[in-house]
């Protein structure tokens, strides 16, 4: 939906519409739980909405989700930012934190579909198998095989 402009969506009771701004990653668990503790080592998934340039940032915040860790270093507020046809996964403050959880697919919508990508890990560069959605300039990258709280880069080309 073009920003500045008024728009009437259908909301029955039974599908919320959610709208993402361009320029943004916005991490999700997508898995369906009773409560947020059974969450704890789930998955997660990025979505990546690219702006006009294919920018866009976010963050995310992990921790044991018991209690006052963060007290004591015990957290990873990581920073997730595409530029220039790369995504980048970085640690932003002192925390500590390591967890299992993997990000288990990066949908990403951008102006321009890439030919291939690459995901480097610890200085170890492979090949990302991807799945193209060209009706909606989507791509896919499903099991990068990356945890949520490293830092790595991923590579559009």
Same mark, same amino acid.
């Given at each position: 939906?073009?920003?500045?402009? =008024?728009?009437?969506? $259908?909301?029955?009771? @039974? &599908?919320? /519409?959610?709208?993402?701004?361009?320029?943004?990653?916005?991490?999700?668990?997508?898995?369906?739980?009773?409560?947020?503790?059974? #969450?704890?080592?789930? /998955? !997660?998934?990025?979505?990546?909405?690219?702006? %006009?340039? @294919?920018?866009?940032?976010?963050?995310?915040?992990?921790?044991?989700?018991? +209690? &006052?860790?963060?007290?004591?270093?015990?957290?990873?507020?990581? =920073?997730?930012?595409?530029?220039?046809?790369?995504?980048? $996964?970085?640690?932003? =403050?002192?925390?500590?934190?390591?967890? /299992?959880?993997?990000?288990?697919?990066?949908?990403?919508?951008?102006?321009?579909?890439?030919?291939?990508?690459?995901?480097?890990? +610890?200085?170890?560069?492979? %090949? %990302? =198998? !991807?799945?193209? @959605?060209?009706?909606? #300039?989507?791509?896919?990258? *499903?099991? /990068?095989?990356? *945890?949520?709280?490293?830092?790595?880069?991923?590579?559009?080309?």
């Amino acid at each position: 939906i073009q920003g500045g402009s =008024e728009q009437t969506l $259908s909301a029955p009771m @039974d &599908y919320i /519409p959610v709208l993402q701004r361009a320029g943004t990653i916005v991490p999700l668990q997508m898995r369906l739980r009773r409560s947020a503790s059974q #969450m704890k080592h789930d /998955p !997660f998934t990025l979505r990546v909405i690219g702006d %006009a340039n @294919d920018s866009a940032i976010g963050h995310v915040y992990h921790d044991e989700r018991d +209690g &006052y860790g963060y007290e004591e270093n015990q957290y990873a507020y990581m =920073e997730y930012v595409l530029k220039n046809g790369v995504l980048t $996964s970085k640690r932003t =403050e002192e925390g500590v934190y390591d967890c /299992p959880n993997q990000i288990e697919r990066i949908i990403m919508k951008l102006q321009t579909i890439p030919k291939s990508v690459s995901i480097e890990v +610890g200085g170890v560069t492979r %090949a %990302a =198998e !991807f799945i193209v @959605d060209k009706d909606h #300039m989507e791509i896919t990258i *499903r099991k /990068p095989n990356v *945890r949520v709280t490293e830092e790595w880069t991923i590579r559009m080309h």
